[in-house]
Nanobody, 134 residues
Framework: QVQLLESGGGSVQAGGSLRLSCVVS????????MAWFRRVPGKEREGIASLYTYDGFILNRDYADSVKGRFTVTRDNAKNTLYLQMNTLNPEDSAMYYC????????????????????????WGQGTQVTVSA
């Protein structure tokens, strides 16, 4: 059973950077969709980044327009950790950030892509809070 644990959240001033980590417990090399979501109280959960990963590779990163060019997803295979590097943060980025995963061995291949739709993910971390002050 894959489990996810996020960390790295905190408080930062506008224009600053943070790197969130998502440690993955379990085997995901068979092919998984993974994604980062964020949620502000009173608003719907927003999918901000998604990717497909298998055998240590990352394919087809996709980013929401709200974070494109500022946020980057990477993976450290040795640490079995997914990262979300967040640069040029602004107060609108304040939210609880979640890592999510779902097994998708059936789509393995160069064209495999994953949606940023929360209903398609079955595994979730507990979240880490990011607060950006003006």
């Amino acid at each position: 059973q894959v489990q996810l644990l996020e960390s790295g959240g905190g408080s930062v001033q506008a224009g600053g950077s943070l790197r969130l980590s998502c440690v993955v417990s379990g085997y995901i090399n068979s092919g998984y969709c993974m994604a980062w979501f964020r949620r502000v109280p009173g608003k719907e959960r927003e999918g901000i980044a998604s990717l497909y990963t298998y055998d240590g590779f990352i394919l087809n990163r996709d980013y929401a327009d709200s974070v494109k060019g500022r946020f980057t997803v990477t993976r450290d295979n040795a640490k079995n950790t997914l990262y979300l590097q967040m640069n040029t943060l602004n107060p609108e980025d304040s939210a609880m950030y979640y890592c999510a995963a779902d097994p998708r061995p059936e789509i393995k291949g160069p064209g495999a892509s994953c949606a940023r739709d929360a209903v398609q993910y079955s595994r979730w971390g507990q979240g880490t809070q990011v607060t950006v002050s003006a």
